[in-house]
């Protein structure tokens, strides 16, 4: 009767640090807050033993929350939180483990929201130490993917003394007629210490200047009144107004 998210305030913890944990259950026909529910939320390391094992109620707004102290010895790896109402479980996977923060940062800017098939886009890399200096003459290899493989060849040049530099990037075609591709671009920068950092940034390619969407508020149940959400959008994912015309089976809305 119920369905349930379960998050945490960041993918990747070390040892020593502690994980917030949050679960949210609502109603699974009306989407309301499922409010005074037993729950039981559990912690199992990489290795499969179990940490943790807390009952927990939600409020009045369907959450349960609780804090989980890592010790500074254990198992690294991949974590599992599991919380429990009745029969019904949720999961989120964590990785514990030892890492260490970039001294730098790098930003990709894009010179368009959106691009249509073929079209040429300029990315401007920016990378400064957190002490706010440029990393001035790095190196940097920029490189545009879609979910079936990249497009074009790496791009490699050098930031300038204030690091910045621009490349010109060639968008991928897109085959179906109303197809919209996410293409994401990556840039690789390498200080002259040799440390790394890559900043990301997804730009939607389309061949149409609108996107329709239709969506249930709730599961969909025969015989009953339900409702729909219709979306209409840019393919930059910005709502957008238009004249919408819905057509069952039997009239139109």
């Known amino acids: 009767a119920e369905k349930m998210l379960v998050t945490t305030d960041k993918p990747l913890y070390q040892p020593g640090q502690t994980m917030h944990i949050r679960t949210l259950t609502l109603d699974r026909a009306s989407l309301r807050p499922a409010a005074d529910q037993d729950l039981v939320l559990e912690v199992q390391d990489a290795e499969g033993n179990y940490l943790m094992r807390e009952p927990l109620l939600t409020d009045a707004f369907g959450i349960a929350s609780w804090q989980f102290p890592l010790a500074n010895q254990l198992n690294t790896g991949t974590w599992t939180i599991t919380a429990r109402i009745g029969g019904m479980v949720a999961e989120r996977k964590v990785v514990v483990d030892h890492y260490k923060l970039p001294r730098f940062d790098a930003r990709i800017q ?3 929201d959106e ?9 401007t890399v920016s990378a400064h130490y957190f002490f706010g200096e440029p990393v001035a003459r790095g190196e940097v290899v920029v490189q545009a993917t879609t ?3 990249t497009v074009g060849s790496p791009i490699a040049t050098l930031l300038d003394e204030d690091g ?3 490349v010109t990037l060639a968008m991928p075609p897109v085959g179906a007629a109303g197809g919209t591709v996410d ?3 990556a840039a690789v920068v390498t200080d002259k210490t040799g440390q790394q950092f890559v900043a990301r940034r997804t730009v939607p390619v389309s061949n149409t200047e609108l996107l329709l969407g239709l969506l249930p508020m709730a599961d969909v ?6 409702r729909f959400l219709a979306l209409t959008s840019l393919p930059s994912r910005a709502p957008a107004a238009a004249q919408c015309d ?8």
């Open 164 to 166: 910045v530099a621009s």
């Open 246 to 253: 819905i057509v069952t089976d039997r009239e139109r809305i």
């Open 115 to 123: 691009a249509r098939p073929l079209d040429q886009i300029r990315a």
């Open 147 to 149: 979910a079936e493989g």
């Open 183 to 185: 293409v994401q671009i």
């Open 110 to 112: 894009l010179d368009r």
């Open 221 to 226: 149940v025969p015989g009953a009144p339900n």
